[in-house]
């Protein structure tokens, strides 16, 4: 199961074009409300989140998603339960992906320590010990970073490749028409 961490204020775009993406390619995604059943993201758009935080089955989880947004980020690093989720999945082994502003979460939590990575223009200062890459998305083993709202398509192909494979990836480039 691919969990997506919906936070207060949360970017829209970062949150709903990998997950529609996941979903094309027959991945099982849940997004996850932290702060309630109904998330507002930082252009007040409401999302029905399909669970609740405590909801989360750590036993069956393949990948944990943090789209950025301020708020969204700020909305996690307020949720000790939504930080343990992150750690709990990376010392696991499975996949920790995170776009924009959500990429210092993992900084802070140590997981992109010695690894390559991207986010959001002017948030490398809190990206220490990672080692930045100017890309769309950067996958490092089970990490997988993206930049920016503009590169939430990438970043759900470098997604749907991590977890299906390239061939999947082109499958589902191919159906939405990237030129």
């Given at each position: 199961m691919i969990y997506m961490l919906l936070g207060t204020g949360f970017e829209e775009t970062e949150a709903v074009a990998p997950l529609d993406?996941?979903?094309?390619?027959?991945?099982d995604v849940k997004t996850v409300g932290i702060n309630g059943k109904t998330?507002?993201?930082?252009?007040?758009?409401g999302i029905e989140a399909d669970i609740l935080?405590?909801?989360?089955?750590?036993?069956?989880?393949?990948?944990?998603?943090?789209?950025?947004?301020?708020?969204g980020v700020a909305s996690i690093k307020a949720?000790?339960?939504?930080?343990?989720?992150?750690?709990?999945a990376w010392k696991a082994g499975?996949?920790?992906?995170?776009?924009?502003?959500?990429?210092t979460i993992l900084a802070m939590l140590g997981i992109a320590e010695g690894r390559?990575?991207?986010c959001y223009p002017?948030?490398?200062?809190?990206?220490?010990?990672?080692?930045?890459?100017?890309?769309a998305a950067v996958t490092d083993g089970k990490l997988i970073t993206g930049t920016s709202?503009?590169?939430?398509?990438?970043?759900?192909?470098?997604?749907i490749t991590a977890l299906k494979g390239p061939e999947a990836a082109r499958a589902v480039e191919a159906q939405i028409v990237i030129r």
């Open positions: 993406l996941l979903r094309r390619a027959g991945l998330v507002y993201g930082s252009h007040k758009i935080l405590k909801d989360v089955d750590e036993g069956n989880l393949d990948m944990v998603i943090l789209p950025g947004g301020l708020g949720s000790p339960e939504a930080l343990t989720l992150v750690k709990n499975k996949y920790v992906a995170a776009i924009c502003a959500a990429p390559r990575a991207t002017g948030c490398e200062e809190s990206m220490a010990g990672a080692v930045m890459v100017n890309a709202a503009g590169c939430a398509v990438p970043f759900g192909l470098a997604l």
